[in-house]
């Protein structure tokens, strides 16, 4: 197994973040492992959680969005058939393909890191590495890994406002009627 250069934005996580996300999320982040990214404010964005939940449950989304103002914008771009227009390209463009394919197998190197869970040895996310099906995953793993490993969750996370190069905070914005689209997509 090849070894990875570490995640460039990862820190710890503090009891007070595990406060943080219970309050984006409306329950408890469960396997949390350290913060994959932050928003601007310092709150997480990104979560790292184990492949294994605490209770045996496999958990593939090892990089798990929380941040509220984010998830919001995605979904709003999964309800234009965004993903249905990515899924084609992936068809057409070869390179792309590749590039996503990549993403897909660092997807899961990176989980190596942090455990197995054989169940879902060979699944990533967000539908890689042949289709776009959740946004969310994608974008987790590009604001964790940085630009360049995830092309899709690049370009998605290039649409969003203050989303790149750096993740400024617009969590003013949260939305109060709070739900959690991963937890549907699994
Ligand atoms: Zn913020």
Request: charged share 25%; proline share 8%.
């Amino acid at each position: 197994m090849t070894t990875l250069a570490p995640l460039p934005f990862e820190t710890p996580a503090a009891p007070h973040d595990l406060e943080v996300m219970r309050d984006q999320l409306g329950r408890d982040m469960r396997g949390v492992v350290s913060i994959a990214r932050r928003c601007g404010c310092g709150r997480p964005a990104v979560v790292r959680t184990a492949p294994r939940l605490e209770d045996g449950t496999p958990f593939p989304t090892s990089l798990y969005l929380t941040l509220p103002w984010l998830t919001l914008e995605l979904s709003r771009l999964e309800a234009t058939g965004l993903m249905a227009e990515l899924t084609e390209r992936l068809g057409e463009d070869a390179e792309l393909a590749a590039a996503y394919r990549a993403a897909h197998e660092r997807y899961l190197a990176r989980r190596d890191e942090v455990g197995q869970a054989e169940e879902v040895a060979h699944v990533s996310a967000g539908g890689m590495p042949t289709r776009v099906k959740c946004l969310h995953a994608l974008a987790g793993q590009s604001l964790s890994e940085g630009e360049g490993v995830n092309p899709v969750g690049d370009e998605v996370l290039a649409m969003i406002d203050g989303a790149v190069p750096e993740l400024v905070c617009r969590c003013r914005e949260d939305p109060q009627d709070r739900h959690d689209p991963q937890e549907e997509t699994r």
